[in-house]
Nanobody, 121 residues
Framework: QVQLVESGGGLVQAGGSLRLSCAAS????????LGWYRQAPGKERELIAA?????KDQVSVKGRFTISRDNAKNTLYLQMNNLKPEDTAVYTC?????????????????WGSGTLVTVSS
């Protein structure tokens, strides 16, 4: 199976930056895309961005956030700049499995345990 381990969360002041990492291991062939989700207190989990395996562009910019992928290291990064208190959330790494029926042993989704980011005002 696939294991996803996040790191880099913590407490930061508003306006600061953090870089999260997600190290993937195990059955890497089961990963068709890697992405970051977040869930703020009292809110639903939301997708920040994802990068498809094999995509030409391994960087995706979403406003103040930049997601990038180092395939040699099987690691996904999330660079967060100019953080705001409303960015406080648990950030979780997600791997999407292959299309149904293509690789039987793979699951549809894999999730990390998440890392807490707290932005103080």
């Amino acid at each position: 199976q696939v294991q996803l381990v996040e790191s880099g969360g913590g407490l930061v002041q508003a306006g600061g930056s953090l870089r999260l990492s997600c190290a993937a291991s195990g059955d890497i062939i089961c990963i068709s895309a890697l992405g970051w989700y977040r869930q703020a207190p009292g809110k639903e989990r939301e997708l920040i961005a994802a990068i498809t395996s094999g995509a030409k562009d391994q960087v995706s910019v979403k406003g103040r956030f930049t997601i990038s992928r180092d395939n040699a290291k099987n690691t996904l990064y999330l660079q967060m700049n100019n953080l705001k208190p409303e960015d406080t959330a648990v950030y979780t790494c997600h791997a999407r499995g292959p299309p149904p029926g293509t690789i039987a042993r793979c699951l549809t989704d894999y999730w990390g345990s998440g890392t807490l980011v707290t932005v103080s005002s």
